[in-house]
């Protein structure tokens, strides 16, 4: 009896630890850190838009957190009206003239900005306007439809705006495809409609500067 309890409770003591172990694996213990040399811009709207591929922005007035930014900083924002998609960059060279800063870059590493930290984020991916999910296919704002280049006969593909016709089932999701007839290997025709939602997930961990966890599905 007295065996049996001493094999139990080793068992368990076995078990708290290596609970222990996981629990404080280094690995798993991530906080939030930047780096020294990264400046937030977003409280600093930019003269002219940037986009994500934009090398030079530009600044119409002397802002503050303007005056800390030095070449090799990186300088970050978050979504505003000057950066619909936010930002990050890496510093070369900067210039003033008048009330007017100019900052000149090049492309930064979210690695280069962060020295611990972890991001997720979700979300379902809409067709409109996003032309690469489609191969020979291109997005017309002007009626919402992904109209392809050679579409197979009877088959219609729509973004945000759906025929009036539309089918419930397939009309609550973000893809709409029509099918009108459509000739299927001289097996017979198909009529109706298929919906999908393409949704996806991003995880990812940073530990000294390092990229731990890259997860996009």
């Known amino acids: 009896m007295n065996k049996k309890r001493t094999l139990l409770l080793l068992a368990l003591?076995?078990?708290?630890?290596?609970?222990c172990a996981?629990?404080?694996?280094?690995?798993?213990?991530v906080g939030n850190r930047r780096a020294d040399n990264v400046r937030d811009l977003t409280p600093v709207e930019a003269r002219y838009t940037v986009v994500p591929t934009a090398t030079t922005v530009q600044f119409n007035k002397q802002h503050p957190e303007l005056k800390k930014v030095q070449p090799g900083d990186?300088?970050?924002?978050?979504?505003?009206?000057?950066?619909?998609?936010g930002y990050i960059k890496k510093v070369?060279?900067?210039?003033e003239s008048g009330s007017n800063t100019t900052i000149?870059?090049?492309p930064a590493a979210i690695t280069e900005a962060v020295v611990d930290g972890e991001a997720h984020s979700e979300g379902i991916l809409n067709p409109a306007g996003d032309n690469n999910l489609l191969s020979g296919a291109t997005y017309n704002p002007l009626n919402g439809k992904v109209e392809?280049?050679?579409?197979q006969p009877g088959v219609t593909v729509y973004g945000t705006t759906q025929p009036v016709s539309a089918i419930p089932e397939c009309k609550s999701k973000k893809w709409y495809v029509e099918f009108n007839n459509v000739n299927i290997q001289n097996a017979g025709t198909v009529n109706g409609c298929v919906g999908l939602d393409l949704k996806f997930v991003m995880d990812m961990?940073?530990?000294m500067?390092?990229?731990?966890r890259p997860n996009f599905l």
């Open 104 to 106: 000149q870059t090049t």
């Open 209 to 212: 500067f390092e990229l731990k």
């Open 74 to 85: 990186i300088i970050v924002s978050d979504v505003n009206s000057g950066s619909p998609q």
């Open 92 to 95: 070369t060279a900067i210039t």
């Open 205 to 207: 961990k940073i530990k």
């Open 22 to 29: 996981f629990e404080n694996d280094p690995e798993e213990n």
């Open 13 to 19: 003591s076995a078990v708290f630890t290596i609970n």
């Open 148 to 151: 392809t280049i050679t579409p």
